[in-house]
């Protein structure tokens, strides 16, 4: 059997793979890494990039959500983490979490963060809100008639839900979106998705605890996907 090190920080995308790995119920460690990832020496020799999630496995650096989750699901087959039987189908899945980290991803680091893209963060907020809910207009109609976004859940609605969490909890007009915030409610309740978000929370804490938290840094980091305004209890 494989070791498993998730390298990590709570909020960020590594709730994907922090999901999949709760979901296919084997031992694995976790540890922090640093905030400043782009310029830290020791975390860039993990990964080139500065970015998290990097899973560990057997000591060689695996980085990117969707080849993680892809290398997981066929390690452990039983654990049904993505959709099977169905080439067409297993494509369209790895189609959609290639959207997720490369269409929806940057935008929403735009909207949460838009000073580090242009001195005119009114203006790049704008323009990041305004794609991000033409992207979730499609899952909104994607979502039509169903639960998850394909037969079974699979880790694709983990990515789903923190794409959700992350651009409404940063601003994202969420209005209409009902499907969508259904979506993000049942998700958080499958034992797995719980298990990662009280992960994230507790260590959010302990950083929280330590002044290690900029001050600056926007709400909504950790936790569960804020309710959309007019939305409660539908």
């Not at 540890?31 to 990097?54: C, H, I, Q, W, Y």
Request: aromatic share 8%; hydrophobic share 45%.
């Amino acid at each position: 059997m494989p070791s498993f090190e998730l390298v990590w920080y709570p909020g960020t995308c590594s709730r994907v793979t922090l999901v999949a790995l709760e979901e296919i119920g084997e031992p694995f460690t976790t540890t922090l890494a640093p905030l400043a990832r782009m310029s830290d020496a020791e975390f860039r020799g993990l990964n080139a990039k500065g970015k998290v999630p990097v899973l560990m496995i057997d000591g060689a650096a695996l980085t990117e959500n969707t080849a993680i989750v892809t290398h997981l699901s066929r390690l452990y087959p039983h654990a049904r983490l993505l959709p099977s039987g169905d080439e067409l189908v297993e494509i369209d899945a790895l189609a959609t979490m290639s959207w997720f980290a490369a269409g929806i991803h940057p935008s929403i680091t735009r909207l949460r963060f838009p000073r580090r893209f242009s001195a005119d963060a009114d203006s790049t907020r704008a323009i990041a809100a305004d794609t991000l809910r033409g992207c979730f207009e499609i899952v909104e109609q994607r979502l039509a008639g169903r639960e998850w976004l394909y037969d079974e859940w699979s880790v694709v609605d983990a990515y789903l839900l923190w794409c959700w969490f992350r651009a409404v909890g940063s601003g994202m007009d969420a209005s209409g979106l009902h499907r969508c915030a259904a979506h993000a409610a049942a998700c958080e309740e499958r034992p797995s998705v719980a298990r990662a978000l009280e992960r994230e929370e507790a260590a959010y804490e302990e950083l929280l605890a330590a002044g290690a938290i900029p001050a600056d840094n926007p709400p909504h980091q950790v936790g569960r996907a804020p309710v959309p305004a007019g939305q409660a209890g539908i």
